[in-house]
């Protein structure tokens, strides 16, 4: 009950999965990034690509058999690739249900 009060529990969804609390949300997420456009040398090496795993499943079962949102905030994996991509990497992109590849480049 304490933990609801002060924002800290995670919310139990309609669902029954449980998603992050306010606080977990207001102190691990920002309005804005602070990307910086930086400049590299284009990686030329055989080997290029980066294989990026996501998942369409909303919930993931835990440890103690309790369902938590898989949802990640999309900086989380965009401002990364971004900066691997423009240092000249490729991306093959897959999920685990659908086992679909894309590349990344070509979108």
């Given at each position: 009950?304490?933990?609801?009060?002060?924002?800290?529990?995670?919310?139990?969804?309609a669902d029954g999965s449980y998603s992050p609390s306010k606080l977990a949300l207001k102190l691990a997420t920002v309005d804005k990034t602070d990307y910086e456009d930086i400049s590299y040398t284009?990686?030329?090496?055989?080997?290029s690509?980066?294989?990026?795993?996501?998942?369409?499943?909303?919930?993931?079962?835990?440890?103690n058999g309790k369902m938590f949102s898989t949802g990640n905030h999309p900086v989380e994996t965009l401002v990364p690739m971004l900066h691997l991509k423009n240092a000249g990497f490729d991306f093959e992109i897959a999920t685990p249900v659908s086992y679909t590849h894309l590349r990344a480049h070509e979108t």
């Open positions: 009950m304490l933990k609801k009060l002060l924002g800290i529990a995670p919310n139990l969804e284009k990686y030329q090496g055989n080997k690509k980066v294989l990026v795993i996501f998942t369409e499943e909303k919930n993931m079962e835990m440890k």
